[in-house]
């Protein structure tokens, strides 16, 4: 005989309830525990700016901002992450106007096929706002966990060098 999932105030068995503020607005979504933060991201929550790359924490192009940190959203389970904050490339921008790193990027040329563009400003974000960048050296070192296959990671470089002399990137 086969019985029905006992329910929690999780949800079923096998599904557990978690809430987000993603991008300045909570959203609460009822998830399996084994689903990514980047799966729940793009196949839950339509926030398909968030790139799957390598889904082995390998490319960087799936990085988002939580809770402040930059964490490869691949590698991390949705229900690890309940009640952080978490901004995507989606939540970077100021309604119409583009955020100091985006623009940054349109200004050098800091892409070329923009697949990992996502994954790159957001950790250039992270990355100015840990304060370490002080140098190209340090910038491209910091970096070097989001890959660029086209070959536009001196524009990448030269982009986030500009917000950091510049000021404000919040």
């Given at each position: 005989m086969q019985t029905e999932p006992q329910k929690s105030q999780q949800g079923t068995s096998d599904t557990r309830s978690i809430t987000f503020r993603i991008n300045g607005e909570d959203r609460?979504?009822?998830?399996?525990?084994w689903v990514s933060l980047l799966d729940c991201l793009r196949d839950h929550l339509d926030l398909t700016?968030?790139?799957?790359?390598?889904?082995?924490?390998q490319c960087g192009a799936c990085t988002v901002i939580c809770d402040g940190k930059r964490v490869l959203?691949?590698?991390?389970?949705?229900?690890m992450k309940d009640?952080?904050?978490i901004t995507t490339i989606e939540g970077i921008a100021n309604g119409n106007e583009l955020h100091l790193l985006q623009?940054?990027?349109?200004?050098?040329?800091a892409f070329q096929c923009g697949y990992c563009t996502p994954g790159q400003i957001c950790s250039a974000i992270g990355l100015?706002?840990?304060?370490?960048?002080n140098t190209r050296e340090?910038?491209?070192?910091?970096?070097?966990?989001?890959?660029?296959?086209?070959?536009a990671n001196v524009g990448i470089i030269d982009a986030v060098?500009?917000?950091?002399n510049g000021g404000s990137y919040e």
């Open positions: 609460n979504i009822v998830i399996r525990p700016g968030t790139k799957k790359g390598c889904d082995h924490g959203s691949c590698l991390t389970l949705a229900v009640g952080a904050e623009q940054a990027f349109i200004d050098h040329d100015l706002k840990e304060g370490k960048a340090e910038v491209k070192e910091l970096m070097s966990g989001n890959l660029c296959r086209c070959g060098m500009q917000v950091k």
